[in-house]
């Protein structure tokens, strides 16, 4: 006899034998305007269950895949430093054993601890950042360790040539400037993406972070921060393709907020995400 | 002194004095994933009292139509055999009558008996499908009798090239070669239809069923298995007006779940389409 | 490194070591009214994660018994009978094992299978039914097997007398003398339970069966045919306190149906009751 | 074949057959806080559905009646005093045909012109009132026509000691003052209700008046100005079965706002207080 | 010591020292079909707190203009001619003081008293009118005073010439004949504003009003008569900003009903577009 | 002309003239479970507009008291420790100036600064506390600063016999063993607060906190943590009016959540508690 336990369809490799991690990240602590994305990761998988397996738009499936669906990481609460902390210890786990990673938040900051497991073992990788906002601060509101300020921290580490920014669509004058000024900088849209994206070198360790409200409230109203004016979906499915065949080693999406939406299309839409960008991992 | 019947606004004519019969078959029984399309018909009627009767992309007012609003079938639950039986005894009795039938659902599966009672009339008619998803399974978790499987059903009886899909986008591998191998398939998008439609003969029968979920969920997120990637309301609108002055004898729109949409633009928009659908009747 | 996994919380034990087993049934195929029911399970799990493994009411916890969560059933669809039969498979595993039973619905129909494989092996057993309605119905608009005819379908088998039904406020006139003049009938309140159960003999093996919208509407809106006049969630607490230290061997809950209820709290108080009535089969 | 149209079920009969008409006005024009109510007569139809016709606290049926559901009035929107002259055309018209009326609201000033028709042919008919607000303003915002002033209004030809007014619990120190001192005033609560209503004679003819929100939030949140601290559903019941076997002449039921309700049980408790409040014209 | 007092993000100057104010309008008293307006004015002041100040659409923040929010006028209630006198008295006031006037209904008719304002001192000015709804009605329902016939009222004063109309995609075929053979009328989209705005003389005062259900409702589902087959947000950014350097010396936005998009997106969406309509005032 | 600037109904003081101050604190970050009280302050102030400022129950009216509506408090975000010193610094003014506070939160971890503040001036105060859970944890999930153990934190500083806890009904075994044994422990109801209240000396400094999960989630759906089996509206209005003619010198209300109540109930009954508490300051 069977069981449903609610892993995400098709995700159903041992850990030992699995070539990929999928893991929730339920954390929103620095969360400014409106917190829910916590509740992402259960709900995903949930939807999941509506979900085909199989990819007209790739015409793959994700059954041809060996994914292990680890469940969550389970995090302390109230201080951000503690959080990141054990996220980059989960994390480092994962890219130890060998694991590519695709991992779902919780707010935007996460990227931050992930990063840096990936860029302890590829230094030379590159950051592809789909997003609606800049998340270039130097602080919030007094506060260094912020979605809003998460690309910022990485940049610390990472050259400015190495990070890609598309979509973006809010953020202040400085921010914009920075972004204009020292990244590879591809605002309002994510019409080039494509193209920008599949020159890219094929050896190269990618890092790929979907801030999911890059899409268009009218596609996803559920997260925290909706920026009118943004990109459809298959306008997103196009951009994300210009990966096909390059070295991705890990993925996150992240700023899903289900409680937002209550006709569940936004949960069903990342759900519908995941599927096509963890094929990306396929070769 | 007059009542409000909450009849589809403009739906005045008694039933003798016909030429259309507009009717609800408020049946979710096999829906997998989210019921709710039981909910539909009556929630169609509501929305429609704010609707304008005039058309004008159309120019063209519902006012100039004959149109007797019957009220929903009333139908057993549990067994989707004698449902099935029911649905097409009703719609016999129209066909039989003379009359055009426009049909809202409930979920897809109803299609099945509808066009049974058109086809016994009109052997040689085609079937215009507009959907999100192939509806092609030759079962379902085991079921004949499903929304999953109703064009397959259909298809057993009608052959392949009287069969047109538009829109299609989801779906399995399987599902999908079959299709493309078989019927008149025009899948992800429906910018052909307008011409395809457009260029058939003006006296063969035509039946369009409309699975709402075609739509983008931005669009309509009030349907049990809304799939992200899906056409706008122009686009829709421009296809089907294919069919303006073609011999079109029944129609149906289904898959509408308005409570997974509590602002009440799923429902809207429905109404907007039932108008501007029911038009394709007028010469 | 531990990962959440959204069992219930505190039902951590192995299949093997567990003395008691909590399962999901994830069925709402012949509701009439509004569906819904099948989301329950999941909600359940995710809600036991805001609440306290301790009962003040009870001074006890869960953490002291050994329960293990085995997830949902698998279950075909759109067929009741192949759905039953499956749903007595899995109970008749879990009977045959030896284990307590703790089921969460799903429609009340997934009762009837429940019942059976309970019977099999106690057929001296007891039922004891809190629910809105009579469920006496010999059929449902011309099904036998419906949700409104739970009862009576137990009671072919189970005479008369070994059925308690508690709070009953809502059915038709013949179900209402049918109820008075055959079975241990206590309509409209549950005020006389606590003292009717604790005098039941101490060894004699109990099914418990709660439909959960024997609670006022007020306390609980999340269901598919809410009844106001119920009870409150003390009132039932104390009810069921009545079978404390009684030979309990199964019991269900069943017709949560989390989305009509926004505010979550229907999912918690079904949730809290969990915690509440496995209890009961703490000796 | 028979239709489902979606009239209050089990009100089946034709217009000059039925002893009683129900019919609703859908009218909210001077709501000042929250509108919505015009959404009830259509929403509490719908509800019925689910509604058994059997009332087990009463053991009577309202098949047992013979009632005709006209449908609702359609009135001029914007100017009240156009309104209400209408709302007395249609209910003048249901009185002398020799009718007794339900009457659905729309917001409470509905019962102005209701009760000026029914005024008309009974001059010695004594009103009976269950609310949370008083509705004594001698104007409000500088309108005199208000659903706060609307028993104030009707106070003008109504002698006090034909008011009775019952489950009071908001209001201005003034309004407080005239009910204590000049009606027939029974604030905080309804549990005199029963016993003051059986102890009026048998003859003399009643007008029942119920402002939905004299129910606590918690039992009816679909209210357009929801108070804390009123009834429960049994409280109600009870009060108002005082009134079985007196001569009821009219009654109405006000201030549903089923949008603030998304569980649907503030409709669902609406349709089944018709069920109970109808029934007291059967003798 | 600061205080959050709600006022819109940005919008600090003292009433005095400004050179614009900002006022809301919260009245809904002709809404024929889903009133809810009255509530937008704090609902996008609360939104604009997730607001950044700077617009990377046009390079400036709205900090370099001169702003005070004068909170929401207080308004009688019921009667329509009172409420429009009241609106006319508050707005005269603030165009005597020189200042230019950004008002957020309401619904659409409170443009006619602000349209009267204006008009005694810009006797030439221009009327730009962005809506689905043609508003030309003569009377609705018998009321000449209605959100339905708005501009057609201003049409009485205001010569056709001077009106420009846009996005117009319902109507009666009456008004859709109406506003081709009499104003500039350009319906169904957008796509021309732009340019026609922006080869307006520069020094002729102008006036915009923008209904916000000229949005497609995938992007603004938070109105009363939502309408399928509108613009998009960027499509209306770039129409508007045709009034780059014109002389525009009031704006308003109407008809923003937040109770219907519980995601919150439709008000955001509004809180943006003020800021981009504002900025309309920069030269 | 007067404009409306949503501070709460009748609280129309100057600060200076002020003998009680009105103030918000929308912080939430260490909810655990479901967060959205810092949304509190602005709502409740929303929903008093449609509050009588006249209370029934306590035959006064808060037109009769001095009250200034500060607005809220700006709080740095993500770390607990700043924030709580900026509350303090805020709180501390208020008593230094000599004012009497009204403190909405927030969660309850707001309670800890605002206490010491006072404290600061009333070493012999008493703390009455109403709430569903204990918040006597030494830490949760490791961190000491959390709305789970604010009660201990306080207990570090005030006597165990100066601190009153009513309507408990949640936590672990070793809270309610430690309230039970060391403070003045009230579980389960708030039956005997009144007495309990109305018996304290009446010139000992007092500090009400209430959690609004005392409430029953049927009468307060909307909070972070709802927890069945909880009082009345009634019952609480009971309890508190204990404290009529004590020195009472700081109040707060926190945990209500308004989000999780589309209903917007759970506002309205806080907005009215409002009412009802901050007459306990009059003498």
Sequence with gaps: MNFEKYNFIGFEADYDESEIVFVG??????????????FAPLAIREASLGLETYSP???ESIEDLSIHDAGDMILPFGNSERVLAKINEYASKFIDDGKK???VGGEHLVTYPLFEAVYKKYPDMLLIHFDAH???REQYLGEELSHASVIRLIN???PNKSIYQFGIRSGEKVEFEYGKNNLNFYPFHVNDANKVLSELPNDVPIYLTVDIDVLDPSVLPGTGTPEPGGVTFLELLVAIKGLKNKNVVAIDLVELSPHYDQ??????TASKLVREMILLFSK
Excluded: H, K, N
Aim: glycine share 10%.
């Design 263 to 268: 006709s569940g299309v936004s949960t069903i």
């Design 57 to 59: 738009y790739q015409d």
């Design 101 to 103: 990673l695709f991992s």
């Design 134 to 136: 800049t998340d270039l």
């Design 25 to 38: 990240i339920p954390y929103d602590g620095t969360a400014s305007y409106r917190p829910g994305t916590r």
């Design 156 to 158: 610390r580490t990472l």
